[in-house]
T-cell receptor, first 114, second 111 residues
């Protein structure tokens, strides 16, 4: 079956530009998560959406980062005025329900800031 | 703050042998743990999970053990194959529903 889909798979942009990363979760999954993974590191939580509840934004590193989820499905992570330290793989995950269910990940967007 | 970590950053095993990957956690209130496998260029792939009311759970060729007394989690892979070569992460469900990940253990399988 279809898994979590992320686009683009790779993005190269100049410092100072804005970028948008897209995530299509597994159909029917009500919870959606964004993580960031720097080279050779573990995953860093960014933001979490569950149904119609207010998102948990506690992991966003600065106000340049924002995310939205439209219609309870597709999500977009936006980074404004990108910096070189934003270079990383951005991973999206979804789960069926939020309570003690495994999160299923997409293959991520590799973001490179020149 | 709370954290999840791994004892061994790299593990090299002979094909056909069993592998054991260890993980320590510090949040005694955690009630859910997951092991993920990540191959190069791919997202983490769910392997197996365990709830805190269990000590052991088995899957296909994999077993997860949870020792709440010493806050230790392990992943056992039976008859390790070349396709098992990857980075393995343990994750802990911390406050709310987000996961806290360890830094990962790289498993290398020798032919």
């Amino acid at each position: 079956g279809a898994g979590v889909s992320q686009s683009p798979s790779n993005k190269v942009t100049e410092k100072g530009k804005d970028v948008e990363l897209r995530c299509d979760p597994i159909s029917g999954h009500t919870a959606l998560y964004w993580y960031r993974q720097s080279l050779g590191q573990g995953l860093e939580f960014l933001i979490y959406f569950q149904g119609n509840s207010a998102p948990d934004k506690s992991g966003l590193p600065s106000d340049r980062f924002s995310a939205e989820r439209t219609g309870g499905s597709v999500s977009t992570l936006t980074i404004q005025r990108t910096q070189q330290e934003d270079s990383a793989v951005y991973l999206c995950a979804s789960s069926l329900v939020s309570f003690n269910q495994p999160q299923h990940f997409g293959d991520g967007t590799r973001l490179s800031i020149l | 703050g709370e954290s999840v970590g791994l004892h061994l950053p790299t593990l090299s095993v002979q094909e056909g042998d069993n592998s054991i990957i260890n993980c320590a956690y510090s949040n005694s209130a955690s009630d859910y743990f997951i092991w993920y496998k990540q191959e190069s260029g791919k997202g983490p792939q769910f392997i197996i999970d365990i709830r805190s009311n269990m000590d052991k759970r088995q899957g296909q060729r994999v077993t997860v053990l949870l020792n709440k007394t010493v806050k230790h989690l392990s992943l056992q892979i039976a008859a390790t194959q070349p396709g098992d070569s990857a980075v393995y992460f343990c994750a802990e469900k911390s406050s709310g529903d987000k996961l806290t990940f360890g830094t990962g253990t790289r498993l290398a399988v020798r032919p």
